[in-house]
């Protein structure tokens, strides 16, 4: 990883989806090693404690906790924002990579699969800005960074159709952040992220380890090149950009 850069001291950072060995995980550890206050959250209890445990240990000092979080569970997101914000202070940085998905057809999918779907890859989301955005208004700032996919512009590749719809609605939740977060320093930004090697994909090796040789770079990204641009969004590096979706495919797909 990068040596840090940014220096987060001061702010505290939630991440969701956090316990994870991908996306989520590497956010956490970034922004830990940038000196944030880091909140990690996820549904798996054992993981959570574990993730928080191997980042304290590699960041002596570094003020790391976690909570069970599901972020379709809007009772929990109140419980768990309330704590942090009791215990840490309020939050700076969001930071939204929760998410599910289930393969099928349009025509084959259960509806609880589809509703569980965009419960936690898109409703989750609104609901967590929203408990967070006022402190941000009245503090004057802050960053919410949505991790998305190019999913939203491939249609779900005739597979994943929930995840896709969730994650194009994601893209525009983003821009009525960033719309109605600007006049009060808040930035909203998103990552299209392509074909990213964690256990999603070990999983279905099969059918998605071959894309690599369709990418330009022929390889899969990584968890950490992710957080790399998470970090770099949320950071006054980027301070001029908001409402964005930042394509982070390997040119997997370079369409707008």
Same mark, same amino acid.
């Not at 994601?170 to 992220?193: D, K, M």
């Not at 770099?232 to 980027?238: D, K, Q, R």
């Given at each position: 990883?990068?040596?840090?850069?940014?220096?987060?001291?001061?702010?505290?950072?939630? *991440?969701?989806?956090?316990?994870? +060995?991908?996306?989520?995980?590497?956010?956490?550890?970034? $922004?830990?090693?940038?000196?944030?206050?880091?909140?990690?959250?996820?549904?798996?209890?054992?993981?959570?404690?574990?993730?928080?445990?191997?980042? #304290?240990?590699?960041? /002596?000092?570094?003020? *790391?906790?976690?909570? =069970?979080?599901?972020?379709?569970?809007?009772? &929990?997101?109140?419980?768990?924002? %309330?704590?942090?914000?009791?215990?840490?202070?309020?939050?700076?940085?969001?930071?939204?990579?929760?998410?599910?998905?289930?393969?099928?057809? *349009?025509?084959?999918?259960?509806?609880? %699969?589809? %509703?569980?779907? $965009?419960?936690?890859?898109?409703?989750?989301?609104?609901? =967590?800005?929203? &408990?967070?955005? /006022?402190?941000?208004?009245?503090?004057?700032?802050?960053?919410? *960074?949505?991790?998305? +996919?190019?999913?939203?512009? =491939?249609?779900?590749?005739?597979?994943?159709? /929930?995840?896709?719809?969730?994650?194009?609605?994601? #893209?525009?939740?983003?821009?009525?952040?960033?719309?109605?977060?600007?006049?009060?320093?808040?930035?909203?930004?998103?990552?299209?992220?392509?074909?990213?090697?964690?256990?999603?994909?070990?999983?279905?090796?099969?059918? $998605?380890?071959?894309?690599?040789?369709?990418?330009? $770079?022929?390889?899969?990204? #990584?968890?950490?090149?992710?957080?790399?641009?998470?970090?770099?969004?949320?950071?006054?590096?980027? +301070?001029?950009?908001?409402?964005?979706?930042?394509?982070? +495919?390997?040119?997997?797909?370079?369409?707008?």
């Amino acid at each position: 990883m990068s040596a840090a850069r940014y220096g987060f001291g001061g702010r505290v950072a939630l *991440v969701t989806g956090a316990a994870g +060995s991908g996306i989520g995980r590497a956010c956490a550890r970034r $922004l830990a090693a940038e000196g944030a206050a880091v909140v990690v959250t996820d549904v798996h209890e054992g993981r959570t404690a574990a993730t928080v445990a191997d980042l #304290q240990a590699e960041f /002596p000092g570094a003020t *790391v906790v976690g909570h =069970l979080l599901d972020a379709g569970d809007r009772d &929990r997101i109140d419980a768990v924002v %309330d704590a942090v914000t009791t215990d840490l202070g309020p939050i700076d940085l969001l930071v939204n990579n929760a998410a599910v998905n289930v393969l099928g057809l *349009v025509v084959d999918y259960d509806p609880a %699969d589809w %509703d569980r779907v $965009l419960a936690v890859d898109l409703t989750g989301c609104w609901y =967590l800005a929203k &408990r967070v955005m /006022p402190g941000m208004i009245e503090r004057g700032g802050g960053s919410v *960074v949505n991790v998305s +996919s190019v999913a939203s512009a =491939l249609g779900g590749g005739g597979t994943e159709g /929930p995840y896709a719809a969730a994650k194009a609605g994601l #893209q525009s939740l983003t821009r009525t952040i960033a719309a109605e977060g600007g006049p009060f320093g808040i930035r909203a930004n998103a990552i299209a992220v392509g074909i990213v090697w964690t256990k999603f994909v070990e999983k279905h090796a099969d059918r $998605l380890a071959p894309e690599a040789e369709r990418t330009p $770079l022929r390889r899969l990204g #990584q968890p950490e090149e992710i957080a790399a641009v998470v970090a770099w969004l949320a950071s006054e590096e980027s +301070s001029f950009v908001t409402g964005a979706t930042i394509n982070a +495919s390997g040119g997997w797909y370079m369409g707008a």
